[in-house]
């Protein structure tokens, strides 16, 4: 076993030994100081980032909101001339139902009239002619 190391020194190597210690102790807490000063500098880092993720956050919402408000502007301005341009379509298909109506009624009536034979335009024009002689002046 080795001998444990005497604890007496000498004044010369005690003051030697008492210097390093204090330069020691002057390194270590310049160290703690630094150390201290980077924890600062990261934490404030760390505050400014989140303060522009916030922001960023923020903006972005703002955007999206007033996105989906002129989304919805939009889409209520289609379907409001959507619904105008189906009355319009309703009300236009009503008219034509009620004009197909009309024209195969009229044909139906033209179809109904008795045609007369291939000389009956002088035919219309003697009894026309024939009625205008029976009736009286009007003076």
């Known amino acids: 076993m080795a001998r444990q190391a005497s604890k007496i020194m000498s004044i010369a190597d005690k003051k030697v030994a008492q210097a390093g210690l204090k330069t020691a102790m002057k390194n270590h807490t310049e160290s703690v100081k630094a150390l201290s000063a980077q924890t ?19 903006a972005a919402k703002k955007a999206y909101d007033a996105a989906v408000k002129a989304a919805g502007a939009t889409l ?5 001339a ?11 298909q009503a ?11 009229q044909i139906a009536e033209l179809d109904a009239v008795v045609t007369a034979p291939a ?20 003076v």
């Open 82 to 92: 959507f619904d105008s341009a189906s009355a319009k379509a309703t009300k236009l």
């Open 40 to 58: 600062k500098l990261d934490a404030k880092t760390r505050a400014d980032a989140v303060k522009l993720h916030d922001t960023s956050v923020a």
């Open 119 to 138: 000389n009956a335009k002088s035919v219309a024009k003697e009894a026309i002619a024939k009625a205008a002689s029976q009736q009286p002046a009007l």
């Open 76 to 80: 209520a301005s289609a379907q409001k």
């Open 95 to 105: 008219a034509a139902d009620k004009g197909t109506e009309k024209l195969t009624s």
